[in-house]
Each structure stands twice: as C-alpha cells, then as structure tokens.
C-alpha cells in the first residue's frame, strides 16, 4: 500500500467489485487485452507516426524494461511533463506495466509547480520533451535536479543532450521480471485544481479509474470507430480518461494527437484523420464557433462535441449543431472523481441549460447548505460526492483532507449547484477559493501570497471577474505602499517566482481600502461587485 493513500474502507471496496464496478484489471492489462484482440487496427496517430495496437504494445513493454533497468520500480513516482505526443501515452503504460506512478503535471507548469508536485510526490525521475512551443523543458529540468534531491533520471522525448534518451530506454528488449500490479494499487496521481495553496495529488487506483473510463465510454457512445481528437492537454483528466484518449483506447478506437487546440491546428487535423469526436473548456468552444465561419476545413466527420472544465453558457451551446454540425455533450465533474454527462439523446433543453447527470447509478450525491444540511431539489448548495470512482483522500495531505472530506467519507467539491428533479445537476459557482479561468484552476491563496512578496505591495485580494470567453478572468486589488505596480510589474513578479502563464494576472486594481464582512474578513463578494459595476462619481 503506497504511504500517504487513504483507501476506501474494506465495506465499501467490496460493495464495489460486488456490484461490477471493480473488475480486479489493470490498466496496463487493458491495453494487452486491445493489443490480442486487435493488433493491427491503428491506436495512435501523432503528426505521420501512426501505431497499432500491437506496436503501442510492443514499444510499451520495451520501455517498461529500459525504466527497470535504471532501477525505476513498482509503487516509486515518475513526474511526467510531456506535450500530446505518442510517448506519452507509451510512458505512461510503460508505468501501469511496472507498477510505477506517473504523476501527470501541465505542460504549462515551470520552476514553482514542479519543484513543489516533485517534492511532494518524491518523484525519482523528471520526464519531459525537449522543445516544446519555443520552451527548452531541458533548462528547466536543470533546475530540478538541483532543487529536488529525490530525482535521480532525467528522461527527455528528443534531443536529451546530457540526459537519458526515452527513444534509447525504448531500444531494450523486454524482459521476463514482470509482475502485475495489484488492481487496487494506485495507478497514477493526478493533479487537484488546487484551491489553497499548491496543488494537492489525487489518488486513482487501477481499479476505480478503469470504473471511470468505462462508465465514460458508455456515457458518450465510444466504440471500434471513434476517432478521438486530444485537443486540450492530455494531463488533464478530461482529455486523459473521461473518456478521453483512454477510453477511447478501451473502445479499440484510434487516438489523435493535437500539439494545440487552435482551429489552424485541429481543422485540419479533423478533416485529415476524419475525426468523429473531441472535447473541449467553454473558451474553446467560443473560439471555434467564430472560426469555422471562415474556415475551409471539411469538418463533416465530427459527430460528438464534449464541452467541459467551466460551465458553458446555454447561448454558446444552442450554437454548436448548426455551426460545427455535430452533437454537443455536456460533461461536468472532477478529477477527484464524480462525473456528470447529458445524454447523447436528450431534449435541447438538457443539454443546452445542465451540466449532466451522475454516470453511476451508485455515485451518492449531497446538496447542502452552510451547515453541512441537503437542500431540496431546485436550491443551491455544495455538492458532496461519494462513490466507486470518487477518492476518499488526497495524497499525503492528512490535515487538509479533514477539511476536504467528511467523516463519513463524502468529498467536499466547493461546487456550488442544484439538482433538477430528473437528478440532472446545474453548475452555479464556486464556494471555495479558486478563480476557474477557461478551465485551468486558479488557487487564489498561493497567487495572493506570491503578490504579498512584491515591495510595493501593502494587502491584496485577488477575485474573479466574469468573462464571456473564458468564464472568469483574475483581478488583483491593491492596497499599495507606495508607488502603485502596473499590471506588467506584477506580472514580470510572478514569472521571476516561476509561476505557471495561465496563473499570471489578468488585470489589477488599485484601491484605498477593502470593503470587509462583520468579522473583519475582506469581503470578496462586494469588491468583485464594485469591480464590475463601479459606482458613478457624484460629481
């Protein structure tokens, strides 16, 4: 049992392989399954390199005994940060293989995130490419292995100069000292959107994440013939397993790998591979509404649309048939486990106006107030979650995770919701401290403390602030010292601390005082009000 993994209790984890949740498969054992029943139907297609199943099979096992013979072993951490390439997806069943942990970070994450995801995970190798969107990954593993005594390897997909090759591990054969994980061992940690602070891990054994990928496969009509388009981040849980590139490979479909999710790039990707489904964060979405109007890509393959990350405006989505000409799905949930569909069939009105109901029949869910009470169907509330997919802890953090959970096991999300009487859920906000700015998660704690430390800086509060492209945008109120920062001040602060892009500040303002609430807390609701609609000047 890894240390720091809260698992569920025995009661509950056999209730679930009672009730087929948990079929005791690993997840490297599923793409064996894939390979046996279908070697030579493609899995991967990155730029011209196209794999079957057999030969992602076959590169997989070789690289398993490359990463063993650098003494890489079942339950230790591999941080991987790769781009959507072919490796990927090769590494990470390489680990499943072993026993080994990828810990997945961002592609847009640098020195703060990852010195902080490989300390606490105690990563002992560091993988990453070599260029990636004019980013030289090798300068920053430098960085790592000086800052993170715990990695000893450093793997790079490309030019590794003083590094090792991840093209020279995959050149051993494989090797007769395979064991098989343990399905309820954990498969990989996943990162939390983080809400206070640095982000947490999350947990996901190979038992409750292959739940996930199947009932998610199920929910959005995956088969042999899916042609799936990675556009957002293959880290990302969305884009990874729900279903993503791993349930389509469970499909036996073909994965499709987009280095970015701009129209010039996907468009063409969709007409050339004829792409029949994707997923994308609302911003995404907006964007390629507006460019197919003056797109020549024929993109009459594309049958499903997965929108998710941030709520989509119902507007938006009223617009995604008879602009792009295929079915949208709304996909709503965590990567701390519960996941919300709309149904491929339902009414207009379901998909355009909820974010889906729960895909377990078992997946419990609260509604409550302030008091921890459930509402009535039709209020707000929080949602707690609880189920055969849904972590009952995030890694080594036993202090926050009496906060994030309750005694009785039920995950705090800090959604804020309502529940329709057909148990479809409508997204309503955040009750917790974190701005979602187009879908990446922004921890207001650690940016508001990062600001803290710039000299004319006296107090900040950092809101959200509506935006119709991307859901929220950050603001940073000032209470300044002296001479007030500009934005490009602030901004050039927090990548001098080595902050990830998507976290820098959208706009800043400079105030006099806060307004506060009756026990003296800087009352963010108000100041985001006077932000948004400033009061008129008496003059």
Not at 173 to 187: F, K
């Amino acid at each position: 049992m890894l240390e720091g993994f809260v698992n569920w209790p025995d009661e509950f984890a056999a209730k679930y392989r009672e009730l087929g949740y948990w079929r005791g498969e690993t997840l490297g054992t599923m793409l064996r399954t894939r390979a046996e029943e279908t070697p030579d139907r493609c899995a991967v297609i990155d730029g011209e390199r196209a794999w079957t199943y057999r030969e992602l099979e076959q590169r997989s096992a070789r690289l398993a005994a490359g990463l063993r013979r650098l003494g890489i072993a079942r339950g230790q951490r591999v941080l991987v940060q790769l781009p959507n390439m072919a490796e990927f997806l090769s590494l990470c069943f390489a680990l499943f293989r072993i026993g080994a942990i990828p810990v997945l970070a961002l592609p847009a994450h640098r020195v703060t995130e990852i010195v902080h995801l490989t300390d606490l995970s105690e990563s002992v190798a560091y993988v990453v490419a070599d260029l990636h969107l004019g980013f030289d990954y090798r300068t920053l593993a430098r960085t790592i292995r000086e800052r993170c005594p715990s990695v000893r390897h450093v793997l790079v997909a490309g030019d590794a100069q003083e590094f090792t090759s991840l093209g020279e591990l995959e050149a051993h054969a494989p090797d007769d000292q395979e064991t098989e994980p343990d399905p309820s061992d954990v498969a990989l940690l996943l990162l939390s959107g983080g809400t206070t602070g640095a982000p947490k891990l999350i947990p996901r054994t190979h038992d409750d994440y292959l739940c996930n990928i199947r009932l998610a496969t199920e929910a959005a009509g995956f088969h042999a013939q899916t042609r799936y388009l990675v556009s957002l981040p293959i880290e990302h849980n969305f884009a990874l397993g729900c279903p993503g590139a791993l349930g389509c490979l469970y499909a036996g479909g073909t994965v499709v790998l987009c280095r970015d999710p701009s129209p010039e790039t996907a468009f063409g990707l969709i007409e050339r591979e004829a792409i029949t489904a994707t997923a994308l964060i609302p911003p995404l979405v907006l964007l390629w509404l507006e460019a197919v109007e003056w797109s020549t890509e024929n993109l009459s393959s594309l049958q499903l649309l997965q929108a998710g990350g941030a709520r989509l405006k119902a507007e938006t989505a009223a617009r995604v048939r008879g602009t792009l000409g295929c079915t949208l799905q709304q996909v709503y949930g965590m990567a701390e486990g519960l996941l919300n569909f709309t149904g491929i069939n339902e009414s207009d009105s379901v998909v355009f106006e909820t974010q889906g109901r729960p895909m377990a029949v078992h997946d419990e869910v609260r509604i409550v107030d302030a008091n921890d009470h459930e509402v009535a169907d039709g209020e707000i509330g929080e949602l707690h979650v609880r189920g055969p997919y849904t972590i009952r802890g995030y890694y080594r953090a036993e202090a926050h995770n009496r906060l994030a959970f309750t005694s009785d096991g039920f995950y705090r999300s800090g959604d804020l919701v309502r529940r329709l009487p057909s148990g479809h859920l409508v997204v309503e906000g955040r009750s917790k401290d974190v701005i979602n700015r187009g879908g990446d998660k922004v921890p207001v704690e650690e940016i508001e403390n990062y600001l803290l430390s710039h000299p004319c800086i006296r107090d900040v509060a950092l809101i959200g602030i509506p935006d119709d492209a991307m859901g929220e945008r950050t603001c940073a109120c000032i209470i300044a010292r002296d001479v007030p920062p500009t934005l490009a001040e602030l901004n050039t602060h927090l990548r001098s601390i080595g902050v990830a892009a998507f976290k820098l500040l959208d706009r800043a303002v400079v105030l006099e005082s806060f307004p506060k609430t009756p026990l003296g807390k800087v009352n963010k609701r108000e100041l985001a009000a006077r932000i948004v609609h400033p009061p008129r000047s008496s003059s």
